[in-house]
């Protein structure tokens, strides 16, 4: 009983400090706006991730099992998408195109599978091609184990480094008391591959008893956020917490993030997961929310297209439903907007080849914000 009141004590201290570890941890409402949001693909009903082709044109995933690639403002649904196990947070999620898509045509694709055998179904990557609206070549690069019939958890976010190499995601499939700290076992990891899905020699557990060799991290809840980094070329991920607690992360070879070993969130129920923030050998992150956003989709902008945003981060809100800004200095989240507010629960958001940024939003679309500059 005691223990118990600590840790009540312990977490109504931490949801009244000061929480994402940076000066200004007040999400702000713009006093101006410097775009206006234009509805540029409509009737979408959950539009997951996006890529854009050479040619300017879009490719967008819904989750119930459809790619649709926009040209011109015609959309053509791409033929021959795998069979997804559809159930809850899992289906059709992330697409991501290889760095050199004009000579090679691979894309990438991340979806909830139930093949291998066993009840329910876990994340699993694709790499194919397009040819004549369909999808050719395929070849499953990862398939995580086991399945289960959890419908939570399936993080699945693409990014490659500068080398080549392939990030993904893969949540602990809402078991987080096994999953995440045992690198013996999928889920709660990122890992990283050859673009052809070999595992590359210097992973940091290729040498591991026991262990999934495609591992980079490990220690992580749902990561729903994973790009490189424009300047630096290193990973950056965000996942989501529990009740409080989201984080950024910089992801770094063979380190463990915490969870649920140490977390700055609690349980749905108010009750504590532990009274560790920080624990030897557990890596810190850059910035946290309390309460939680609800983090799903992530862009740095590098464009001069939006006054006063380069070089910001931008992360979609689903519980919140609007478009988070964070302004950076020196690693740390130093100030936050609140953009979009209320138009719907934000999957996904990219910056486009134009410069211009998109916005996926569940219900309604993709959104294409047109700076006022260009009115």
Request: glycine share 12%; net charge positive.
């Amino acid at each position: 009983m005691e223990k118990s009141i600590a840790h009540l004590f312990f977490f109504v201290v931490l949801l009244n400090s000061a929480c994402g570890q940076g000066p200004d941890n007040e999400v702000h409402t713009p006093k101006s706006t410097v775009f206006s949001a234009e509805l540029f693909v409509d009737q979408l009903q959950l539009p997951w991730g996006m890529a854009f082709l050479p040619d300017n044109s879009m490719l967008i995933t819904e989750k119930a099992g459809r790619i649709i690639h926009v040209k011109d403002g015609k959309k053509t649904a791409i033929k021959g998408v795998p069979k997804v196990y559809l159930r809850g947070q899992g289906g059709l999620m992330d697409i991501a195109l290889h760095p050199d898509y004009a000579t090679n045509g691979w894309l990438y694709i991340s979806y909830a599978s139930s093949e291998g055998g066993g009840k329910g179904g876990n994340t699993a990557i694709m790499r194919a091609r397009i040819v004549n609206n369909s999808l050719v070549d395929q070849k499953v690069l990862y398939k995580a184990v086991p399945n289960t019939t959890r419908g939570q958890h399936f993080g699945s976010r693409f990014a490659f480094d500068r080398e080549g190499y392939l990030y993904f995601s893969i949540g602990e499939r809402g078991d987080r008391e096994v999953n995440p700290q045992d690198i013996t076992r999928d889920g709660g990891k990122i890992y990283r591959l050859h673009d052809d899905g070999r595992i590359p020699a210097d992973n940091p557990f290729v040498n591991k008893a026991g262990a999934k060799t495609a591992i980079f991290s490990y220690g992580h809840r749902n990561p729903q956020g994973l790009l490189t980094h424009p300047e630096t070329g290193q990973i950056w991920d965000h996942e989501h917490g529990p009740r409080g607690g989201d984080e950024i992360n910089i992801v770094k070879k063979g380190k463990n993030y915490g969870w649920p070993k140490i977390t700055y969130g609690i349980n749905y129920s108010g009750s504590a997961i532990t009274d560790k923030t920080h624990m030897p050998g557990m890596e810190q992150p850059i910035h946290y929310w309390i309460p939680s956003i609800a983090p799903s989709g992530m862009a740095f902008v590098t464009t001069e297209k939006y006054p006063g945003w380069k070089g910001s981060l931008l992360v979609g809100s689903l519980v919140f439903q609007y478009l988070e800004r964070l302004e950076l200095k020196d690693g740390k989240v130093v100030y936050r907007e609140k953009l979009m507010d209320g138009i719907g629960r934000v999957r996904d958001v990219r910056q486009g080849p134009d410069g211009l940024i998109y916005v996926a939003v569940e219900g309604k679309g993709i959104y294409r914000l047109n700076p006022d500059s260009q009115k």
